[in-house]
């Protein structure tokens, strides 16, 4: 049976800043369907390696290859398009508008109505879709609600919701249950977990949480210093020696 | 909220603006008529500030939109409203529209004062080419007429006043459905979050060219409106201090809303009278202390103050039905 | 030939002009805030420094003094302004959206530019004194002072001094990491507040002492204040936000332009700034040695 093409594909991708070498000839390979965790220490290339894929940042060196179509140098707006969406270590939100309606905003963006100057942003299929959306992330209480009033793991939720919204065939999140409390961390997995499954998205987490790649993992993808020092199922490769030093220090 | 003081207020203000020829005296007519006509580039800044920008040269679009009737004036002898205002409206999109290509890459202070020099070169321009544009001594502007008909002289006035209540009115509704609209949302949003735009697979430049467009038609349409009331247009329509009063007034009126604009630009031309009497010499003065005074007071302006006395009154109100 | 000289000579005495008022600009470019009332506290430091010379001169004392008298002039508006702004008003809109900031010192150069008027009325004022006592020589049938040459030095040593206080000592490195870092400056026990009182002071005397160094040369007049503003902002957008190479390249550049206008086309003198700038923005919206910055996602 022909190997099933890439979802994600980079080719020595490279990128330093001044003296570091935030990426170092990275290559990766993501299948479609994969949940795929990223760990590692501060600064060994994680947010730095979603930044390229999305484009927020151009590589030294190197491809990034989306469904098999060429992404290197495309900005953000453009890579979006071709199905990828992407969530925030520090949330991203419309801060001066109310939850529905950033929900609002990024469907009109999926269907392409951005720059529409005449019907109006609450109209009636995308005030459903809306509501099922804020209603699978547990949000639809605080719809009405400025953004401002949702404690702080809801306005984690809503992030991840605004990239969903935009039915991505690939979902990169970048530490979806950092700020979230202890207790809530995995209720928040769980909803997402939940969701992305009903889906059927690729996904791509980056955490600092061992037991949330652990649990919800299928594969592990290891950075250290711009390099990827492991790759394969959390249990197998969180028990070597190397990464639990590279990446908890542990001696 | 305060839906139910809208609603009665919407009629009541429409039919004094209809009643105004008729019962008000002239002077006053006049501010009103002016004010309409300003309003609507207020409007153009207003909706550039909702996205967090600011343009020091919508003076342009104002230039542009009046020149439009000066020059059909002196050079074809035409003073039909229904033609020169929607071209003048047409012309100021036009020039938006080949400015913006450029504009909608700025923010912060280089989208402020580019827009600044693109409008003081305007000035120049209509300075220069005086033998073309009237230079210093300006242009003769008649007032309109309609449909080729001369109004009789009683009447001069009053058409020319509707004319640009209904032009303003008409405009109006379509700025209400621009803000309500997708793109509308993503103005604001952009003063937020550009990242959460460009990251929603949306072209922030997209956004702001598309605004600027709808900005230069709106400032076209003021100009032109101007032009028929005060009857003589000069270079400084294009000056950076004009640019300056369309964003004071529209601090002043407060631009989270169309109507603050509207009750800015009335405020502003009775400021400007009284100003006149009392301090005629420190007019920038004036208006940088109401400036200072708005954005570190009340930076929601006279729209705001109004909302919140309203807010306090039906709280009043439910407090007495509940008691 | 001759014209180039004198292009040339001109360009570099308007350059001087410009980069004198730039260092000020300089300085809110690193602090974040671009300040458009920095016209306003240029236009005080010529008019108050202007303003002493002629009482010097008045009073019959030496006109050596009224160097002197320029210069305090311009340190008393400095030192008076700078805190009085940025404590008072300033301040308040910190973290603001830019938008509001920049209505703020709009406000405040329209409330200074009218202020100048109501003090020292509308009849320009000037003292050539400090321009003439130094003696002329002239080029190609066009005479000129030695204190235009002196301008020019003078601008050459700020500049150097600039560059050594920001990037040389501590004082400098301080003010560019609570730009860069606010929160840890304040967690290593730096007094933010006070360090941004002190780089807007410093920036305001920049302001002032460029007024009052330019002022025997020209008469200055109401308006003044939003020109220079109007021409400083030229000059850094050219050259790039926050790059002092880029803003000696940009006076450099717009004191030509400016130059080449007035010996050609005079009546484009206004206007060839703003059409300079548009065209280097529309090659290189940063400016020549602006960077792009990204925010840290």
């Not at chain 2, 059909?72 to 529209?97: I, M, N, Q, S, T």
Request: proline share 4%; with cysteine.
């Amino acid at each position: 049976m022909p190997e099933p093409s890439p979802i994600l594909q980079t080719i020595d991708l490279t990128k330093a800043f001044g003296m570091v070498q935030a990426a170092d000839a990275i290559n990766v390979h993501i299948t479609r369907g994969e949940r795929v965790g990223i760990v590692g220490a501060n600064g060994s290339g994680k947010t730095t390696f979603l930044n390229l894929i999305t484009g927020y940042l151009q590589p030294d060196h190197g491809r990034i290859l989306i469904m098999g179509k060429e992404s290197t140098g495309l900005p953000p707006r453009r890579v979006i398009k071709l199905g990828l969406a992407r969530s925030f270590q520090i949330p991203q939100l419309y801060i001066g508008l109310s939850v529905l309606e950033n929900v609002l905003l990024a469907l009109a963006a999926q269907a392409g109505k951005s720059t529409a100057c005449w019907r109006p942003l609450y109209r009636g299929q995308w005030l459903e879709h809306g509501a099922a959306v804020l209603e699978r992330f547990g949000l639809q209480a605080y719809a009405r609600r400025p953004v401002a009033e949702l404690p702080e793991g809801g306005r984690k939720l809503l992030d991840i919701a605004l990239s969903f919204a935009l039915q991505p065939q690939l979902l990169l999140m970048d530490e979806p249950t950092s700020g979230v409390s202890i207790e809530d961390k995995f209720q928040v997995m769980d909803t997402l977990v939940t969701v992305l499954q009903q889906s059927d998205i690729t996904t791509i987490f980056v955490e600092h949480d061992m037991d949330v790649v652990q649990r919800y993992g299928q594969r592990v993808l290891v950075f250290n210093d711009g390099k990827v020092i492991a790759d394969g199922p959390p249990a197998s490769v969180l028990a070597y020696p190397e990464v639990r030093k590279a990446v908890l220090g542990l001696e | 909220m305060a839906a139910r003081p809208w609603l009665l207020a919407v009629p009541i203000v429409a039919g004094l603006f209809v009643a105004a020829p008729f019962v008000a005296p002239s002077w006053i007519l006049f501010i009103l008529h002016l004010a309409l006509a300003k309003f609507l580039v207020v409007l153009a800044v207003a909706l550039f500030l909702r996205g967090g920008l600011v343009s020091f040269g919508h003076a342009l679009f104002y230039a542009v939109g009046a020149y439009t009737a000066g020059f059909a004036a002196k050079w074809f002898g035409v003073r039909e409203a229904l033609l020169l205002v929607p071209l003048a409206g047409l012309f100021g999109a036009a020039v938006a529209a080949v400015i913006g290509l450029f504009m909608a890459r700025y923010r912060g202070v280089f989208f402020a004062m580019l827009n600044l020099a693109v409008s003081m070169i305007l000035y120049a321009i209509l300075l220069k080419f005086y033998w073309l544009t009237g230079g210093t001594d300006g242009l003769r502007v008649q007032t309109p007429t309609l449909l080729g008909f001369v109004p009789p002289r009683d009447l001069i006035r009053m058409t020319s006043y509707y004319v640009a209540l209904v032009v303003a009115g008409v405009m109006t509704y379509v700025v209400y459905r621009f803000l309500a609209s997708p793109l509308g949302y993503y103005l604001k949003a952009l003063a937020d979050n550009e990242i959460r735009i460009e990251y929603s697979g949306e072209s922030v430049q997209r956004v702001i060219y598309a605004t600027y467009v709808l900005s230069g038609a709106l400032g076209g349409l003021g100009g032109v409106l101007a032009a028929f009331t005060v009857g003589h247009i000069v270079p400084e329509y294009a000056f950076w201090t004009q640019s300056g009063e369309f964003v004071f007034v529209a601090l002043l009126g407060g631009y989270g809303s169309v109507p603050g604009p509207l009750i800015g630009a009335i405020a502003f031309e009775f400021i400007r009278t009284y100003a006149n009497k009392y301090a005629p010499y420190a007019w920038q003065m004036t208006l940088g202390i109401i400036m200072l005074l708005i954005i570190l007071l009340q930076p929601g302006g006279l729209w705001a103050m109004y909302e919140s006395v309203v807010a306090r009154f039906s709280r009043r109100a439910e407090g007495v039905e509940r008691a | 030939m001759a014209l180039l000289t004198i292009v040339i000579l001109d360009g570099f005495v308007f350059a001087a002009v410009l980069f004198l008022s730039v260092g000020l600009t300089l300085i809110f470019g690193v602090l974040r805030i671009l300040n458009i009332s920095h016209g306003g506290i240029y236009a005080l430091g010529a008019y108050l420094g202007t303003y002493l010379a002629l009482k010097v001169l008045d009073l019959g004392l030496s006109p050596y003094l009224t160097y002197v008298m320029l210069l305090v002039g311009a340190v008393i508006i400095g030192v008076i302004t700078g805190p009085l702004l940025e404590r008072l008003f300033l301040r308040r809109v910190y973290g603001q959206a830019e938008a509001i900031q920049l209505l703020l010192t709009f406000s405040i150069l329209l409330i200074l530019d009218d202020l100048i008027k109501l003090i020292w009325g509308t009849a320009p004022l000037m003292v050539s004194t400090p321009s003439t006592l130094l003696g002329h020589v002239s080029f190609a049938g066009i005479t000129y002072t030695w204190y235009h040459f002196l301008l020019i030095g003078i601008s050459i040593v700020f500049g150097g001094a600039l560059v050594w206080l920001v990037r040389g000592t501590r004082f400098g490195k301080i003010v560019v990491s609570v730009i860069n870092d606010r929160e840890i400056s304040i967690a290593v026990g730096i007094n933010v507040n006070r360090i941004y009182t002190l780089a807007f002071t410093l920036g305001a005397l920049c302001a002032a002492l460029g007024g009052a160094a330019v002022a025997p040369t020209i008469a200055v007049a109401p308006g003044f204040a939003v020109e220079v503003g109007v021409q400083s902002f030229a000059v850094i957008a050219i050259g790039g936000m926050g790059s002092l190479e880029g803003a000696a390249l940009g006076a450099l550049l717009v004191g030509l332009v400016r130059a080449l206008a007035i010996h050609t086309f005079p009546e484009l003198e206004l206007v060839v700034i703003y059409v300079l700038m548009l065209i280097v923005l529309m090659v290189k919206p940063e400016g020549l040695f602006g960077e792009v910055e990204l925010r840290r996602i």
